[in-house]
């Protein structure tokens, strides 16, 4: 079966500090993968998503940067956090076909102190 | 373009009494749906989907979800809500490639949160 890994669960950054946020999936090959970013009643936004090693996509501009360094494995990073990249970030994937459910990791708490 | 509007941001139950988490949809094509809950600081679960088969969609916990077409909704109900049940729940369009949607990519709504009273 599939299962995603993502972590840190929690983390506390000052701000200005460098981000990296890691996630894996097992079990399948070739997944779509994604980064939401889920702040206090806005509900989800996409940040990032990727079809393929290496190829990403940025929904929205902004402080993040994404890689696709291996096909199951997605990072999230930032060189200097900004006290607004504070909120809960998602992992997510897909098989690569329209009209399909995404599969969630258990999230990462970001505050930006 | 697809779009998809909970229409209430809250919901309080009473434990034991039905549970209805309305959901409207826009979509130029047939779309797919779908129902996530999400407990605090957790993950989002499936909790079912459309996909053009039964517009009736039965799903874990006892949830289930209609799809009208006519009325552009997809409402989640249960017949008798548990305290285990409060959550946030978000229904999602499935975008469409065609339409300047990325692959794979869901459309979410912006969640309801579910109280249950003992």
């Known amino acids: 079966s599939q299962t995603i890994h993502q972590w840190p669960a929690t983390l506390v950054q000052p701000v200005g500090s460098p981000l990296s946020l890691e996630c894996t999936v097992e079990?399948?090959?070739?997944?779509?993968l994604y980064w939401y970013r889920q702040a206090a009643g806005r509900g989800l936004q996409l940040l990032f998503y990727s079809v393929g090693i290496g190829q990403i996509s940025s929904e929205v501009p902004q402080n993040l940067s994404a890689s696709r360094p291996q096909d199951r494995q997605f990072i999230l990073s930032s060189k200097k956090l900004l006290l607004s990249d504070s909120g809960f970030y998602l992992c997510a994937w897909s098989i690569g076909r329209q009209n399909t459910e995404a599969f969630f990791g258990q999230g990462t708490r970001l505050t930006v102190v | 373009a697809q779009s998809v509007t909970q229409l209430d941001s809250h919901v309080s139950v009473s434990e034991g009494t039905p549970v209805l988490l309305r959901c409207n949809y826009s979509s130029s094509y047939s779309p797919s749906l779908f129902w996530y809950v999400q407990h605090p600081n957790k993950g989002l679960q499936l909790l079912l989907k459309y996909t053009s088969a039964a517009t009736l969609v039965k799903g874990i916990n006892g949830f289930e979800a209609e799809f009208k077409k006519s009325e552009t909704s997809f409402h989640l109900t249960k017949p008798s809500a548990h305290m285990s049940d409060a959550a946030e729940y978000f229904c999602v369009v499935s975008a469409d490639m065609n339409y300047g949607g990325s692959q794979g990519n869901l459309i979410f709504g912006k969640g309801t949160k579910l109280s249950v009273k003992p």
């Open positions: 079990g399948t090959s070739n997944p779509n």
